[in-house]
């Protein structure tokens, strides 16, 4: 009788029992980010989480639906969440600012700028980065947004950065450190191991969308990783919402929101034995 304590490796007449792939299953973050940026991205990622494969969901904290994500939320008690950083305003019809003062992160207009990096579509004048930004102000501005999501979110368990935002100097990445440990939101998924997950193929549509994610988790091998995406619904709200280089937002993004529900991609992951888990599951 072989246990299945060991894994199995045949050299010859000789048996090794080696099961080590059992004793690592895949482990897979589903992260649906931008929850507040619109009514209908937070009507999207709630049905994501309710009836798809969302396990935590990202909030920012200065934009005009985060009221209402509050309130969804609420009717969630076991979902996990994170504060999503925000010092960025990137879509053209619609904005917003910092909950503090904080001049030397904002426009002409006072709202935060596009861009944290200067691309081909935004130059420096509209990229954060280029600017003579001021760390205590990033550090006043990350607090009032931890302060008031923890307030209003009771779940809370980590914080990750919009666009990359905790990125933007070394400085700034050790200042999230050290807020996340003084708030007991100290979870980051690479300290822990885990790799990125990404489309494997096009996804342009949403059935590219949907052939590219299943292909990435047949390639899946024993390990914990996280796959990022952005669900909201194709409404004219969002139909109105772009940026320079990113025209079809809304499309886009209800692809997204289709994939994430999707019964072929579940039952995919049924069938790899694959555990969806959350980033409060990295500190068990």
Not at 223 to 229: L, P, Q
């Amino acid at each position: 009788m072989i246990y299945f304590s060991q894994a199995v490796c045949i050299v010859g007449s000789f048996v090794l029992l080696t099961f080590s792939s059992m004793a690592q299953p895949i482990q897979l973050i589903v992260r649906s980010d931008d929850m507040g940026f619109t009514h209908a991205a937070n009507e999207a990622i709630i049905e994501t989480c309710e009836n798809g494969i969302t396990t935590s969901v990202e909030v920012m904290v200065p934009t005009p639906w985060f009221p209402e994500a509050v309130k969804m939320l609420r009717e969630y008690p076991d979902l996990d969440v994170g504060v999503h950083l925000t010092l960025t305003s990137e879509w053209e019809n619609v904005k917003w600012k910092p909950l503090t003062l904080a001049p030397s992160l904002t426009d002409d207009f006072g709202y935060f700028y596009p861009m944290i990096w200067a691309n081909d579509n935004y130059g420096e004048d509209q990229a954060l980065h280029a600017q003579d930004w001021k760390l205590e102000e990033i550090e006043q501005e990350f607090r009032a947004q931890i302060e008031l999501a923890k307030r209003e979110i009771p779940q809370l368990t980590h914080v990750t950065g919009h666009m990359g935002c905790q990125h933007i100097d070394d400085k700034v990445d050790d200042l999230v450190r050290k807020l996340t440990e003084e708030y007991g939101l100290a979870i980051f998924p690479e300290d822990s191991g885990v790799k990125p997950a990404r489309y494997q193929g096009s996804k342009e549509t949403t059935e590219e969308k949907i052939n590219s994610f299943i292909t990435m988790l047949e390639s899946l091998t024993p390990g914990t990783y996280m796959f990022v995406d952005h669900p909201a619904y194709n409404t004219p709200e969002v139909q109105a919402v772009h940026h320079i280089g990113y025209t079809n937002v809304a499309t886009d993004r209800q692809g997204v929101t289709d994939l994430l529900t999707d019964e072929e991609v579940k039952e995919t992951i049924r069938k790899l034995g694959i555990e969806l888990i959350d980033y409060a599951d990295l500190k068990k």
